[in-house]
């Protein structure tokens, strides 16, 4: 593995150096590198040697398996002397005197008190009380002539990134995935950009390009970043969506594909994104059969729009013993996703685990469908099978408790 010139300090840099990366793109060997030229005092990051570095990821854990000890951590990275790393104490110690002390997003008030000259805050956009700790560490940068801090991070358009980016001490650096396709495990450039390239989340995780929220999207990213949660140990209904693509041919529309239930209480669990591109209305129906089957689902709920009594005909082909209630759409998308939105926004929909290719559509869907033009597949299936099991025929919300 070798670094490569983006990696490195520019001149001119603000006390703030923000570099948002796509996944791979070498950011931790950036960070890694950027301590170790501090410590050494090395020219090209800057003038003198820096001696007390606060070290930040989300957890304790991350910043020891990923900043220090990772295969592009700091240890992997040191020339000229390896620093002694004490776990119990969270610090690395070099023999020239230099201290790196470990730090995570979840205490903000461990940064009460260590004073540091320089900072090192990993994956930041992901930190658990970002605000809270990011303030508290500059408090503590007040030592030497000029402190200075590298941010590295898959953006995210959370509040604190958008401060740094509005700060006129901030110098930001972007680098994409494919700038690093030397130093990455053969296939996997490409397999992820067939699946991701030239959609938001591609954009966000590939190439490192803060995405926006549209003001019109119907959801946003920080409304569904509490979404997660433990879900119940019994579901009083789960039911499959289908939305199924207009045609067969390998360019088609993917088939949406979502699980869903409802508890006790009433509350929507969104449980499994199965979502596919088949080229075959077998491939997909098999799918949808074998998502009924893993979680004990009640029905296959299959939009019939499209492809008419050939949608339920497919499916009870696979096994005709599986129960498919056919809908069909009476109104346009937008008009159908509000009420399931309303759901969302009273805190009645809960999400099992993190979506990330279903929430990167529903926030990118707006009045006019989404900003690429393709069809929301995912968003579909999603409404289908929360109208089907929270909302009744016109959209209005069931009596909790009731089916």
């Not at 020219?43 to 001696?51: A, E, I, L, P, S």
Request: glycine residues 12%.
């Amino acid at each position: 593995m070798s670094a490569r010139l983006s990696q490195y300090p520019i001149l001119g840099l603000a006390p703030v150096w923000l570099v948002m990366g796509g996944r791979g793109a070498g950011k931790t060997r950036l960070g890694a590198e950027w301590v170790n030229g501090l410590v050494r005092g090395l020219t090209v990051f800057g003038g003198g040697r820096y001696g007390r570095i606060a070290l930040v990821g989300e957890t304790l854990g991350d910043v020891r398996e990923v900043m220090i000890e990772g295969p592009s951590g700091i240890l992997a990275v040191s020339r000229g002397g390896l620093p002694r790393y004490e776990p119990s104490r969270r610090r690395l110690l070099w023999d020239n005197g230099a201290v790196a002390q470990a730090f995570s997003s979840e205490d903000p008030d461990s940064l009460r008190g260590p004073q540091f000259d320089a900072a090192w805050c990993d994956e930041l956009a992901k930190w658990k009380n970002a605000e809270a700790c990011y303030d508290m560490l500059q408090f503590g940068l007040r030592l030497g002539m000029r402190p200075v801090q590298l941010v590295t991070t898959t953006p995210r358009p959370v509040p604190l990134v958008k401060r740094l980016l509005a700060g006129k001490d901030t110098t930001l650096t972007v680098m994409r995935t494919a700038e690093n396709a030397d130093n990455l495990a053969s296939g996997f450039l490409a397999a992820v950009e067939d699946r991701y390239g030239g959609t938001r989340l591609g954009r966000q995780e590939l190439d490192g390009e803060l995405v926006e929220d549209r003001d019109d999207a119907l959801w946003t990213r920080p409304a569904l970043e509490g979404m997660a949660g433990a879900m119940p140990a019994a579901l009083r209904r789960i039911v499959v969506a289908v939305d199924p693509p207009a045609t067969s041919r390998k360019t088609s529309d993917a088939c949406g594909l979502v699980v869903a239930g409802v508890d006790e209480t009433g509350t929507g669990w969104v449980l499994h994104d199965g979502t596919m591109r088949a080229a075959r209305p077998e491939a997909w129906a098999g799918r949808a059969v074998a998502l009924y089957r893993r979680f004990d689902a009640d029905a296959i709920v299959a939009e019939v729009n499209q492809g008419g009594e050939m949608v339920t005909s497919v499916l009870r082909t696979v096994d005709a013993t599986v129960p498919v209630k056919p809908v069909r759409a009476s109104r346009g998308k937008w008009t159908r996703a509000e009420p399931v939105a309303a759901l969302y926004a009273q805190g009645r929909v809960r999400h099992a685990a993190r979506f990330p290719e279903l929430e990167d559509e529903m926030c990118d869907f707006g009045i006019d469908g989404l900003s690429d033009g393709r069809s929301p597949d995912r968003v579909d299936a999603l409404v289908w099978a929360l109208t089907e099991l929270m909302l009744g025929r016109e959209g209005r919300p069931r009596v909790r408790g009731l089916g």
